[in-house]
T-cell receptor
């Protein structure tokens, strides 16, 4: 089963609205990352939040992490049509304090922002 | 532009054939990762190389193999291809600092097995 599972699978909103995507994971992590993928293109790193952090901001992006619930959320404020893409969370697993060095990706949330 | 180069962009071949996918990482990056993306399986980690040596292995089939050369470019070899191998194959290189390791993805190779 997937380490990271995003919710919802698909989200459709109007320009200017906020978009919130959630990610749940199963095991202890070093950090959690969010990536964006435009249709058929490579993934692009958006933001990284470490396991000892609760919130990170980057421009219109806000990421929260709740390690007690093993969940994270990505908020995109004032969305634009150009934000239309798939968004993936990825977990960097913690194995006895040493990172495996490979990221495990969830299935992604497909975000559609209508002009 | 991520700085990671993958060739070819598209590949169409027949079942039973063998293909090679090529990846050049960002300048200075020592790690190369290979991922397979399909509609039913999502993004699956295949294998990672670090400075020429295999570092981690994921859901890579025995029919698939990879290597990383002294100049750090990597090749993914897929043999005895089956229809189900049709997918988008990504290569990524990584940058690690005190916060963690971030991946930079190439634009992928779309493999179609007919």
């Amino acid at each position: 089963s997937q380490q990271g599972e995003e919710d919802p699978q698909a989200l459709s909103i109007q320009e200017g609205e906020n978009a919130t995507m959630n990610c749940s994971y199963k095991t202890s992590i070093n950090n959690l990352q969010w990536y964006r993928q435009n249709s058929g293109r490579g993934l692009v790193h958006l933001i990284l939040i470490r396991s000892n952090e609760r919130e990170k901001h980057s421009g219109r992006l806000r990421v929260t992490l709740d390690t007690s619930k093993k969940s994270s959320s990505l908020l995109i404020t004032a969305s634009r049509a150009a934000d239309t893409a798939s968004y993936f969370c990825a977990t960097d697993l913690n194995a006895g304090g040493t990172s495996y060095g490979k990221l495990t990706f969830g299935q992604g949330t497909i975000l559609t922002v209508h002009p | 532009d991520s700085g990671v180069t993958q060739t070819p962009k598209h590949l169409i071949t027949a079942t039973g054939q063998r293909v090679t996918l090529r990846c050049s990482p960002r300048s200075g990056d020592l790690s190369v990762y290979w991922y397979q993306q399909s509609l039913d399986q999502g993004l699956q980690f295949l294998i990672q190389y670090y400075n020429g040596e295999e570092r981690a292995k994921g859901n890579i089939l025995e029919r698939f193999s990879a290597q990383q050369f002294p100049d750090l470019h990597s090749e993914l070899n897929l043999s005895s291809l089956e229809l189900g191998d049709s997918a988008l194959y990504f290569c990524a290189s990584s940058f690690r600092d005190y916060r963690g390791e971030k991946l930079f993805f190439g634009s992928g190779t779309q493999l179609s097995v007919l």
